[in-house]
């Protein structure tokens, strides 16, 4: 019993060094997961709950015939991707994206959000 | 519960702290989009590097009147390759029958081999063969806690999320179901200190759990509090029915269904669970289930979080 207490000390020890890193979660994204805008945006941005690699994270966005809607190649910044969007009408969108957090866990996911009130 | 070190459960545990090779990490149960939890009563379909310490369950047996049980067990499971994974676990138990004696003692030692059939990313699907070893001897058996004889269970555990339904289906594609069923075989068909026969038994469980985080990332974000997105609401059933060789034993499937929560962290979740029993003969009342689980991959992504041989996931630039 005092073997395994010690042993669980040293692991929380090693939490609270922050030393640990994790998956990289979305956070949140603008526009907002699953949310209905009035005009398009400019861009989609996410957030997620980790630094990202960003030669092995990326996004891209597409309508609904899953043509590309982007304009290339996202900015990723610490725990951030941004990909501009080209001028895009009333429809639903979804965004894919796949990331590496700094520690090489992968996380990918997707979502959509809607242009025009559908 | 390792209250008896010895040395095969120590270097083991040595084991998990040699330096490892600096590869790209997946681990515990990721599928797709999906996080399947680990669930506290059942398993769940994946290989990991994890541990639950401690897991504590308070129940009521059957007995009349019944006895109030304390059960606080811990396991560790490692990934020996990217697809292969070892778990070694214990339970201590106390049994207090009112104006009885107090039994206590750990449970038998128990290694689980598995091995990942599937994981397929689209579809949210994990499948997972499993060998459940229950080491006789090892625990107290004069106290009835341990037995002396060993069981063996060829499981196959399976997880499936509902992230693939149109999306017309909405909040209905952050349900996922999880589920194993084995067969139990002891290695002896008598017990003669108890003059009763071993029966072969089947034991299953399932889960079905809604995933606030996957409702959040990948269909509606509500803004919701941080505190809820964090939550997976579960039920957890786990059932075991005799099948063979139970001549003079009672035939009645017993089990529990357990409603409950998992509060899903990025180091660890806490889950908490009510223990209803099926039947009479399961327990009386509704007892509790707790449990602390700990993401060792998370925690130390380049040590003993990668597998003890080979790299975790091949490194590969997204297709887009």
Same mark, same amino acid.
């Given at each position: 019993m005092r073997t395994l207490l010690i042993i669980v000390s040293l692991l929380f020890v090693a939490l609270g060094a922050g030393a640990a890193r994790a998956h990289a979660f979305l956070d949140h994204a603008a526009p907002l997961v699953g949310s209905t805008m009035a005009?398009?945006?400019?861009?989609?941005?996410?957030?997620?709950?980790?630094?990202?690699?960003?030669?092995?994270?990326?996004?891209?966005?597409?309508?609904?015939?899953?043509?590309?809607v982007d =304009?290339?190649?996202?900015? &990723?910044?610490?725990? $951030?991707? +941004? &990909?501009g969007?080209? =001028?895009?009408?009333?429809? $639903?969108? +979804?965004? +894919?994206?796949?990331?590496?957090?700094?520690?090489?866990?992968? =996380?990918?996911?997707?979502? $959509?959000?809607h242009v025009g009130g559908q | 519960m390792f209250r008896h070190p010895r040395c095969p459960?120590?270097? *083991?545990?040595a084991l998990? /702290?040699?330096?490892?090779? /600096?590869?790209?990490?997946? *681990?515990?149960?990721?599928?797709? *989009?999906? /996080?399947?939890?680990?669930?506290?009563?059942? #398993?769940?379909?994946?290989?990991?590097?994890? @541990?639950?310490l401690p897991t504590v369950q308070w129940s009521k047996t059957g007995d009349v009147p019944p006895a109030t049980e304390w059960d606080i067990s811990a396991e560790i499971s490692k990934r020996i390759t990217a697809d292969l994974g070892l778990s070694i676990g214990d339970t201590w138990s106390q049994i207090r029958a009112p104006g009885g004696p107090t039994a206590a003692g /750990? %449970? #038998?030692?128990?290694?689980? @081999?598995?091995?990942?059939?599937?994981? #397929? %990313?689209?579809?949210?699907?994990?499948?997972?063969?499993? @060998?459940? *070893? #229950?080491?006789?001897?090892?625990?107290?058996?004069?106290?009835?806690?341990?037995?002396?004889? %060993?069981?063996?269970?060829?499981?196959?555990?399976?997880?499936?999320?509902?992230?693939?339904?149109?999306d017309e289906a909405g909040w209905l594609r952050a349900f996922a179901v999880t589920g194993q069923i084995g067969y139990q075989i002891p290695t002896r068909s008598y017990d003669v200190a108890q003059s009763a026969y071993i029966p072969q038994v089947l034991v299953y469980g399932a889960s079905l759990q809604y995933s606030m985080p996957y409702l959040k990332s990948e269909i509606q974000d509500l803004q919701l509090p941080d505190f809820i997105n964090h939550l997976i609401p579960i039920v957890e059933a786990q059932l075991a029915t005799p099948a063979a060789n139970n001549l003079g034993?009672?035939?009645?499937t017993t089990g529990t269904i357990n409603p409950g929560a998992i509060w899903v962290g990025s180091y660890f979740q806490v889950g908490l669970e009510a223990v209803v029993p099926v039947n009479h003969a399961s327990g009386t009342g509704v007892g509790f289930l707790g449990q602390l689980h700990l993401y060792l991959d998370d925690m130390f992504p380049t040590t003993i979080g990668q597998p003890l041989l080979g790299p975790s996931t091949p490194l590969q630039k997204p297709s887009f």
């Open positions: 005009a398009a945006p400019h861009e989609v941005a996410l957030w997620f709950t980790q630094n990202l690699e960003p030669a092995f994270s990326s996004v891209e966005v597409t309508d609904g015939s899953g043509a590309r =304009t290339g190649k996202a900015a &990723i910044s610490a725990n $951030t991707m +941004r &990909i969007l080209k =001028t895009v009408g009333a429809g $639903t969108y +979804r965004v +894919r994206w796949h990331a590496l957090s700094v520690d090489t866990h992968t =996380t990918e996911g997707s979502f $959509t959000f | 459960r120590i270097c *083991a545990f998990l /702290f040699l330096p490892l090779s /600096f590869t790209p990490a997946l *681990a515990h149960c990721f599928v797709g *989009a999906r /996080f399947f939890p680990a669930t506290l009563a059942i #398993d769940d379909p994946c290989v990991a590097d994890e @541990l639950s /750990f %449970s #038998d030692l128990e290694t689980t @081999l598995q091995y990942q059939l599937l994981k #397929d %990313s689209p579809h949210e699907m994990a499948m997972l063969l499993g @060998l459940i *070893a #229950d080491w006789g001897g090892t625990g107290a058996s004069n106290s009835g806690i341990g037995t002396p004889y %060993s069981t063996l269970t060829p499981t196959y555990y399976f997880g499936k999320g509902f992230g693939d339904l149109p034993n009672s035939p009645v």
